[in-house]
C-alpha cells in the first residue's frame, strides 16, 4: 500500500499532468455540519454481524407479470389526448411494431367479451388501446350512454389469456369526465357515479397487482379551475394511491407524434416499464439488475450541483463520455425547497388555496426526466435495459438519487419533519424508476423499514446504504461498523461510507479503503462498498476506491465537493500506481479473419476508456496458443474461442462453470488471481446466454404461461453441433421442451440423452407417421414455440409451410450472423414471425464476455452498433 507521502507527490504530479483538464478549480463551499448523526448511529449499532439474519431473497409482485399495463390521470385535453397516444405507442413497442401482430390482437378481442373495451381508433394509433369507460353511440344522452367495464369482466379476460401483457394497454382517462362537469357548472348524479366507477375499478386493478403509471400532466392548456381543482382531488386520493409508477409530462401532448419533445415522452414510458419488469435485485448478487455490475469495476457517478437541472445541459456530452451514471442530488434543487416550503406550510395550516401555482413535487419529478432526455444522444457507457418484445433500451443513462442530509454532508434539514419528508421524496424516487436509490442509514428504523418494504415488493431499484462522517474522526473499527451498518440489516445492495480526517498522517487517507476491504471479509453476503474521505485530504481515497466513485469532471464550473477528482484524473493515477494493468485479450480460433469479436470488445473498452487490448490469434492448434507469448504473459487478461477449438481448450484451464461443462465447449476464458496471487484459468460458456437473452425477452415468462395453457411451449433445434449444444441448454433455462431434428439422427440422439427431449425424424405433417413432427408434438402436447436453427446458412434451409400457418406464430432464432439474412429469415418474416438474427447472439454473448473479464457492466449500445456496423448488407446500413 502506498504510503501518504507517496499519495500527495502522486496528487501533485496528477494535478500538473491534468492541469490542462481543469481550466475551472473553483469549489464550493464546504457545507456546515456536525457528526452528532453519526455518533448517535454508532453507538446504536450492533457489533456482531453472526447475529445478522441473511439476506433474504425477495421477488417483487411484477416478477413473471402477463397482465395489461395500466395508464391512468387526467389528458389536458381531447385533441392532446396524451394518455391514448402513450397507450397506443406503448402496445405497439410491446408488440414489436409488428401490425400484423397488432391486427390478430385486436380481432382477438373483438371476438371476446372485451369487445367493447376496445377504445376508438385514429390515423395515429399504432398498437391495442382498451378504455373500459365506454359510450354507447346509439343513446342521445352522452351521459346516459356511458358506463364504465367491470373490473371482473376484465380479470375474466386476463384468467383466459384474452387479456396480457403484450395484448393492449388500459387507459384510465378521467379527463372526459372531468371536462364535462366543468364545461356543465358542476357534476350531475350520473357523472358522480362514473367517477365512483372508474375510482372503485383504478382501486380494484391495484389491488390485484396490475402494474399502473400515474401520467402527470400539467399543461398550459388545462387552466379551468374547477377541472384542475378536481384533478388536484383526483391526484391526492386517486391517481397517485392507486398506481406504483408515475412520469410527467408539460406541453409535450400538444407536440406532433413525431416530434423529440413527444417521441422522449414515449420513451420514458417504456424505460418505466422496462424497469418494473426487471428482476428483483438481489443483495450480493450477480448478472441482470445487479449492483455487482451497476456498481462495478471502475465505474463512476458524477454529482451534479446545479439548482436547475437544465443549466447541466452545456456540460453532458462531455460528462457522459466520461462516466457511467449521473447523481441527481434532490436537495440541492430549487423546486425541492419549495417542496419542502410548500409542506411546511401545509403542516402549519397555511397551505395556498391557488390552484395555479408551480407543483414542486411535478418539478423533480419532471427535472429527472429531463436529465435522462440530455443525456440519451450521448449514452454511450448505458447498460443493456431489456424491454418488451425483441427491444433493448440502451440509452437510458442510470440515475443515482439522492437527498443528502444537512449532517450527512447535503442540505435537506435533518429535524424530525425533515426526515420524514425526505423518506416522502424517496419514494418518489421508487416511482420514477431510478436506477440507485441513495438511502442514509442513520434515521428512523420504521421509516426506512416502511420505505424498503415497499421497494422490496414492488420496485427493482438498487438501495445504495450510506453513512458520512462530517467534521470528526472515528477510529478503524468504526469505520468497519459503519459499513455494517449500511448493510440496513442486509437489504441494502451495495454500501458507501464517507470519513473525514484531520491530516493525511500514519495513512489516514486509506482508512475508509481499508475499512471496506475488513468489511466485506465480516459480511455475508459480499456487496459493494465505496470508501471515501471527504475533502482535499481525502482525494487519494477515491483513486484507491475500485467501485462506482463519485466524481466531478473537467468541463464544470465547479466541484460538488472539495477534494473530488474528475474520472480522467482518477484513472490516469490508477494506471500510475499499477491498480489498472493493461490487459491483453485474444479470439482464438481459425480461419477467423471474419470475426468481429475485436473491433466489438475494442470499442467496448474504449468506450468505458479501459486500457485492454484485444487482437486475433489465428491459429491451427491450441496447444500453439498456450505455448504462446500471449497466454503466458502476466498482463494476459482472458480470450474468447470459436471454432474448431471450443473443445480443445478445456484441458488447459484450471476450472470450468456448469455452463461450459454441460455444454461441453468452452467460448470464454478468464483470468482470475486466488488468494496467493495464483493466476487461475477460467473456461465459461456465454453462447448461450447469446440465445437465451434475446429468446427470454421475446418469449417471457413461458413456465407460467405453460401451466395454465393448453399445451407445452417447445423449442424445435434444428442441427446437431456444438451450437446447437448451447441451444438445447439455454431452451432447458426458458423452461421448453425440446424437439430435435437433423438430417442424421444419430448426431442429435445424443442431445435428447444428455438434455432431454425428443428427435423428430422429419418435419412432416402427418400424426400417422410415428416419429414425424406432427406425431411428436401430438403426443407430447406440444406447440412450437421457438425454432433454433444452428445450420449452416450455406444449406439455405427453410421451414415447411405447415409450421408457420398456425394463429400462433413461433419466434424464430438463426445462429449465423454472416449473411444478416437468410433463406429461413426471410421465410419467418415474409409470415409475419419474430426474428432473432445471429448478430443478435453475437452482441449478447459478448457482452457477457466483455461483463465476466471486467466486472463492470457493458457499453450495450456501442457493441451492439460494432456488430450491425459490420453485418448489415451495405443498402441497410
Known sequence: MMASAAATLLLLLLSTAAAFLSPNSSQTATNKSCSHASQTCLSSTKSSTSSEAPAAVHHHIFEGYNKPIVLIGSSSSTNNNELHRLASSLSSSLLSHN???????????????????????DEATRGVVLSPLVHDD????EDEGSFVVSYSIIEDL????????????????????????????????????????????????????????????????????????????????????????????????????????????????????????????????????????????????????????????????????????????VDLLECSKEYLAQQQQTSSGEASNSIKETDPRFEILYQQQQLRYMCRPHAERAPALPFGGASVIDDAFPIVYTVRTAHQAGTWPDDAEGIQHMFDLLELGLRSGVEVLDVESAWDASLTDKLLSLAEKRYTSLILGSHHVVGSEVTPDEAVELFHQCRINNRAHGGKVVL??????????????????????????????IGLVLGKVGSYSRILNPRFTPVTHECLPAKAAPGQLSAAEIMAARLIVGQIPTQKYAILGHNIAYSVSPQMQGGAFAAVKLPHLYTRADLETVREFVDGPLWNDENFGGCSVTIPHKQDIIEHVDVLTDAAKEIGSVNTVIVKKDKLGTRVLIGENTDWRGIYNPLKRRLGDVTSKASTGKTKPVALIL?????????????????????????????????????????????????????????????????????????????????????????????VFDVNYKPYSTKLLEQAEEKGCDVVRGSEMLWEQGVGQFELWTGRSAPYGVMKKVVLDNCLPPSSS
Not at 391486427?103 to 376508438?120: D, F, W
Not at 346509439?138 to 344522452?141: E, P, W
Not at 480526517?501 to 456487496?527: G, H
Request: proline content about 4%; hydrophobic content about 35%.
Open 99 to 121: 401490425d400484423k401482430i397488432v391486427n390478430g390482437i385486436k380481432e382477438k378481442v373483438e371476438r371476446s367479451t372485451g369487445a367493447l373495451l376496445l377504445a376508438e381508433e
Open 138 to 141: 346509439d343513446d342521445d344522452d
Open 158 to 329: 386476463v384468467r383466459e389469456k384474452t387479456l396480457s401483457l403484450n395484448s393492449g394497454v388500459l387507459v384510465l382517462d378521467f379527463h372526459p369526465l372531468l371536462s364535462r362537469s366543468s364545461q356543465e357548472g358542476g357534476k350531475n348524479d350520473q357523472e358522480t357515479e362514473l367517477l365512483q366507477q372508474m375510482t372503485e375499478l383504478a382501486k380494484d386493478l391495484y389491488k390485484h397487482g396490475y402494474l399502473s403509471v400515474y401520467i402527470n400532466i400539467q399543461s398550459d392548456e388545462d387552466d379551468e379551475a374547477p377541472s384542475l381543482k378536481r384533478k388536484k382531488e383526483l391526484e391526492t386520493n386517486v391517481f397517485i394511491p392507486y398506481s406504483d409508477y408515475e412520469m410527467c409530462i408539460k406541453n409535450e401532448g400538444s407536440s406532433s407524434s413525431n416530434s423529440p419533445a413527444w417521441t422522449n415522452s414515449e420513451w420514458e414510458l417504456q424505460r418505466l416499464i422496462a424497469r418494473a419488469l426487471l428482476p428483483s435485485p438481489v443483495v450480493g448478487g450477480t448478472g441482470s439488475n445487479s449492483a455487482d455490475l451497476l456498481m462495478g469495476q471502475n465505474t463512476f457517478f458524477l454529482s451534479l450541483s446545479f439548482p436547475k437541472i437544465k443549466m447541466a445541459e452545456p456540460y453532458v456530452e462531455e460528462m457522459c463520455a466520461d462516466v457511467d451514471s449521473m447523481e441527481y442530488r
Open 500 to 529: 473525514s480526517i484531520n491530516d493525511d498522517t500514519d495513512n489516514k487517507d486509506q482508512m475508509a479503503y481499508e475499512a471496506s476491504i475488513k468489511a466485506s471479509k465480516l459480511d455475508t453476503p459480499e456487496i459493494p462498498n
Open 719 to 811: 442441427g446437431g453441433g456444438g451450437t446447437a449444444r448451447a441451444a438445447a441448454y439455454a431452451a432447458t433455462k426458458l423452461g421448453l421442451d425440446k424437439i430435435y431434428f437433423n438430417r442424421t439422427p444419430s448426431k442429435v440422439e445424443e442431445l435428447a440423452t444428455e438434455f432431454g427431449g425428443t428427435v423428430a425424424k422429419s418435419l412432416d405433417d402427418d400424426k400417422s407417421d410415428k416419429g414425424s413432427l406432427a406425431s411428436v408434438l401430438d403426443e407430447n402436447n406440444g406447440r412450437i414455440s421457438v425454432v433454433i436453427s444452428t445450420l449452416p446458412a450455406a444449406a439455405e434451409f427453410q421451414l415447411p409451410e405447415w409450421l408457420l400457418e398456425s394463429d400462433s406464430l413461433p419466434v
